[in-house]
DNA sequence: TATGAATGAGAATTCATTCAT
DNA sequence: GATGAATGAATTCTCATTCAT
């Protein structure tokens, strides 16, 4: 005897790999690694349970495999204007150098401690960001070069709002404006 | 009618409530709540594992009461020094206003996600530093009336800071240094 | 150190032993004897949970305990009219032989393949209700003796109408009217 | 596009599905849906603990599932017979309008509390019994129609007997016999 | 009698991972 | 590649029962 069965039409929304990843963003982000079954994985995927394993031998792999293809610690200056410190933050906050959806913000901070792969990328980010933040300003403010340790303490408090900012707000619910941090540190400098 | 009854004195270690506390904000602290079992506090607390559900009927709520009764939001405000906000704000940042242990700080940030009670414990933190930052930086700048908003700003930034440089360091071994912090925020508004 | 507590003061409905069976007979009724945990008797019963072991040693003790005390069958005859077998019957419905409040009928049959000594009570009491329908109906009705049969027969149904249509109404919503089955039986002995 | 898959063949004694439905038949039928571990049934299964989880999600929808797939309650009318009623009666006594095992029919009425499916099942069979013995006396006595109220009766009252004989007889080791009941209810509709 | 902490066996359930098809 | 049944270790949680006070 047999049947005959209607082969499952493919998703519109890319391949088996990218849809898995896709919804270990979503759901990662949302309710932590830790608390995500891979089945749970599969199913907002579409996909059976056993593909994960296919594509991703151990559940940490879809992690691991998140922060490398999703977290992009890019690596071009921002373009400082000459006297403006103020601006030149602004745009900074405004292209961070990371390319990455909000969701992988979100897990780049939360689960940095569980795992190294991912403690390590967001160390890179902030010492990228750190290092922009103390070129602009350099660029910005000529003048100041005398005062290397403030300039030091002004890019690494610069850093700690933008990457904590989000959280922040989705924990506490206080929002930061960024722009009003590159004013204060400008006017720090200035 | 009333019977006199003697307070059970502590054990040395304290008792068992007490024990099965301390285990879990030991392990919390180290691996995060997902991945300590119940099993391992009570064996670290050198109880039986019952008794861990005796006390607290379900996983979670050992966090809540560690957050509950461990992590305790001071309300006192900072002594300000009229015209000295960098001092003043170093203060607040020697004397945070939480009386937490180290370890208790970190499970405070590590996991707000976790749960309701942890985020609001940490929100009320949050809005507790900004408060104070606030506060001590008009009485240390009685002439700086003028701009609330850069005010705003400022403690929002400090607060971010505090709050953060520990889980920073530790995630990035970038260390951040309130002191520079507070004397950058202080020039900012002399 | 020592602290001043007021004692408890005892509720005014009976003595901690019958407390714990009422708890039991509303829990038993309401959920099933295995599905209520012994700690909720004495909450319940508003006792420390140690009394009730204090009372009876295995849980099971107070199932047998309550079966044994609330509920007697009786053995007084049901009081006959020659030549109302109807009557005679409805009677018979109205004062069943088992002193046992509603809970306790539920309890007797929900738990009666569970335990022996149930199982025996109800067996006692549907013997009963056999006898003294066989008897009732054989005083009102004098002339029917020539078919003793017919009588046993009328007597176990009218004794499992009267045993199951409580359970019957309270599983399936249907009613059962006693009168009307008393009626029926009369008719068909006639 | 369409492929064609062939059918399982079933394994000498059935998949591991119905393997598991036949276990959970036989200890619950024995011991009790709560007295049953659903260790026990993996274990008469031949399965590992496990699989009973990947099949029926919690242990209630073993007994839901068991309820569901074999307790058939039908629809199809008695034969009747006109004139002999009790002939119609004891043919419905014989062909219950319900498809199942002694075993289910067991599980059937002794955990009707446990769950509403269960509870539900047995009031369509309840109302079904009813329903069919009603029409089946309908038929049987043309002349009847007078008396609806006593025919009601006389339904309730088989179906009663109907249901609970068994139990009964189990319970109390009372054996009711439906034929004689029959008689005795055509009798009294006669 | 009264009390509630202590104990541990065992229950349900979860879930990463394997594997035959 | 694709599939989902199979596996079993681990985890949370329950609860009767004991016992020191």
Redesign the pocket.
């Known amino acids: 005897m047999a049947i005959v069965v209607p082969v ?1 039409r493919r998703l519109p929304d890319g391949d ?1 790999r990218t849809r898995i990843l896709d919804a270990a963003e979503e759901l990662f982000a949302g309710g932590g690694y830790d ?5 749970r994985i599969a199913e907002l995927a579409g ?9 991703f ?4 792999d879809v992690l691991i495999s998140l922060v490398d293809e999703r977290t992009v610690v890019t690596e071009e200056d921002v373009e400082a204007v000459p006297g403006d410190a103020a601006g030149t933050l602004s745009k900074l906050a405004q292209m961070l150098p990371l390319r990455a959806s909000p969701a992988m913000r979100r897990i780049l901070f939360r689960e940095a401690d569980t795992h190294r792969s991912v403690r390590e990328r967001l160390g890179r980010l902030n010492t990228e960001i750190i290092r922009r933040a103390r070129f602009a300003l350099e660029l910005a403010l000529p003048g100041s070069r005398g005062d290397a340790a403030r300039l030091e303490a002004a890019a690494a408090t610069f850093a700690a709002v933008l990457l904590y900012q989000e959280s922040l707000c989705l924990l506490t619910g206080h929002h930061i404006d960024p722009d009003a941090v590159a004013e204060l540190i400008a006017h720090a400098l200035g």
């Open positions: 499952n088996a608390a995500t079954p891979t089945a996909v059976p349970k056993g593909l994960v394993f296919h594509y031998p151990r559940k940490i």
